[in-house]
């Protein structure tokens, strides 16, 4: 079986003087009319980047996008992302979030646990940067708002540009204090920023918002998220008219705005966001959030795939989203901040960010992501040939630890990603976290129920091996378990199951049946408790 070229390689220990480092050249961006793929006019894609490539946008997004793993569904396997927590204060209340909460190994946005100053955050990148050459983007999303501590948040990426000039820069941001810092923004070359923006309309706002912080007053109700709304849309609108790429993040939450997304999906499209990331809530008691408090429950996983469905057409949507940690280290779906504690970082003074040992890597992995793509086009060029069943459409759990690839345990999995199937694409439609099976080399059978409930609506999960419990099980709740594809890339997996499950059901030795629903589990941990 093909195995990856990168699967579990290792960075190198090689490293170039600070001396072959170039300064970073700080550009104004100009003025763009339409900075997303299709947002402006025309139909919104199902998933901007899962498959796109430098055919589907000019090449000045192509070149922003290629490698940003939040902004690239295609590039979230191959490349990582870290956050850097230098931004403690926010200027609003959520009735979602609480950031007096901390789980060292669990991830969820505005968790952390360690704030940093800006030198911290920058001698933390560039050790991450020099371990990880994957690690192209940088973002600062908290624990508060990072536009609510503007001098904090700018004055790391003044620091980062001149000591590590070819990471990106992302912040993020409720939006309240946007407008008075674009052209700050457009100073430091932060080319990507993600507003939350979770309503349009201010009645429901008021719902979701109990105040902001506002010209040293604090607003309340409907005033409050009137001035919110304000803001927000007068940001995107100047963020688009810079030509900064925006991505919108929406949290779904039932009965509040579930039905009204789709309202603001048409709103940013309006104003240029290049994608619309619609989230679920997390909403457990233990978190102390005012909706975990009351009871506010969070969707199932059809509820939000039903919601995002009804919003294609309009902007493009990012459905690979993690909900990360505000202190998020490496890909997707993974975090290693724990090997880049302060303590830890104050043993490795003699760091040095190392160019060429990255570009090398870069180069590797876009060998690794043309061979996915070719291995993807000759699948569906395959399920298209097969006349069987030409209407069927599954979804297939896929257990995976990076590299665009079936390459993962069964047991190891702490979230699987799902794609959708049919004999046109197979493309991902999200993720599903699951607490790890596998404990101390044995399976914990108390988890194996949830574990299964989170891909219930699958006709297929794809792994690398599983162990007899597991398979039982699964087979049990209808879900079939496939290791015959271990090391091949996941779109062609997929297909290849498709195919021989589609000629199954034309000769009767199967009777397809509808899945029902999965459970999302919230907060799942990233790791195992220490």
Not at 149 to 169: E, Q, S, V
Not at 378 to 395: E, F, R, Y
Not at 422 to 449: I, M, N, T, W
Request: with cysteine; charged share 20%; hydrophobic share 40%.
């Amino acid at each position: 079986m093909p195995t990856s070229a990168l699967t579990g390689s290792q960075p190198g220990t090689t490293y170039v003087s600070m001396g072959q480092l170039k300064p970073l050249k700080i550009r104004l961006e100009s003025a763009s009319n339409g900075a997303g793929c299709g947002t402006t006019g025309g139909e919104g894609k199902a998933s901007c980047g899962s498959s796109d490539g430098p055919q589907d946008m000019p090449a000045e997004v192509w070149d922003k996008v290629k490698n940003h793993p939040c902004y690239s569904e295609e590039a979230h396997h191959h490349f990582a992302r870290m956050h850097v927590a230098v931004a403690p204060a926010c200027n609003i209340q959520c009735n979602y979030c609480n950031r007096k909460y901390d789980c060292s190994n669990e991830s969820r946005p505005g968790v952390v646990s360690q704030k940093l100053t800006p030198e911290q955050a920058v001698k933390k990148v560039v050790a991450v940067a020099s371990a990880i050459p994957q690690m192209t983007v940088l973002g600062i999303a908290g624990p508060g708002d990072a536009l609510a501590n503007p001098k904090k948040t700018f004055d790391t990426m003044r620091m980062l540009t001149a000591r590590a000039p070819d990471i990106k820069l992302c912040l993020s941001t409720n939006g309240l204090a946007l407008p008075d810092l674009v052209d700050e923004i457009c100073k430091h070359n932060i080319d990507h920023v993600t507003i939350t923006i979770n309503m349009v309309d201010p009645e429901i706002g008021a719902k979701i918002y109990p105040w902001i912080f506002w010209n040293h007053k604090r607003l309340t109700g409907i005033e409050a998220a009137t001035v919110l709304h304000q803001r927000q849309m007068l940001g995107l609108e100047m963020l688009t008219a810079r030509g900064v790429l925006t991505k919108v993040n929406s949290v779904l939450i039932p009965g509040i705005n579930d039905q009204h997304l789709m309202d603001v999906n048409r709103e940013v499209k309006k104003r240029g966001a290049f994608l619309h990331n619609i989230m679920p809530l997390i909403s457990e008691p233990e978190h102390g959030t005012v909706f975990g408090l009351t009871g506010q429950r969070g969707p199932s996983a059809q509820e939000l795939k039903a919601v995002q469905d009804a919003c294609m057409g309009g902007a493009n949507l990012m459905r690979h989203c993690r909900q990360c940690r505000a202190d998020a280290v490496g890909l997707l779906g993974e975090d290693r901040s724990d090997e880049f504690t302060l303590d830890k970082l104050d043993d490795m003074e003699d760091v040095v960010y190392d160019l060429e040992k990255r570009k090398a890597y870069q180069d590797k992995v876009e060998q690794e992501r043309s061979a996915q793509q070719a291995a993807k086009q000759q699948a569906l060029a395959a399920a298209s040939a097969l006349q069987a069943s030409q209407d069927l459409k599954v979804l297939v759990a896929v257990a995976t630890k990076g590299g665009g690839r079936v390459n993962e345990h069964f047991g190891h999995v702490t979230e699987f990603q799902v794609y959708e199937v049919s004999a046109a694409k197979a493309h991902f439609v999200g993720h599903r976290r699951v607490d790890q099976y596998c404990q101390g080399g044995a399976g914990d059978d108390e988890q194996l129920p949830s574990v299964v409930r989170a891909i219930n609506d699958c006709h297929a999960v794809l792994v690398a091996k599983i162990g007899a419990c597991p398979r039982d099980e699964l087979m049990l709740a209808g879900v079939e378990p496939v290791d015959a594809y271990v090391g091949e890339f996941i779109e062609k997996a997929a297909l290849d199951w498709f195919n021989d499950y589609r000629a199954r059901v034309a000769s009767g030795a199967v009777l397809h049946q509808h899945r029902g629903d999965a459970a999302i589990r919230q907060g799942a941990y990233t790791a195992l408790a220490a």
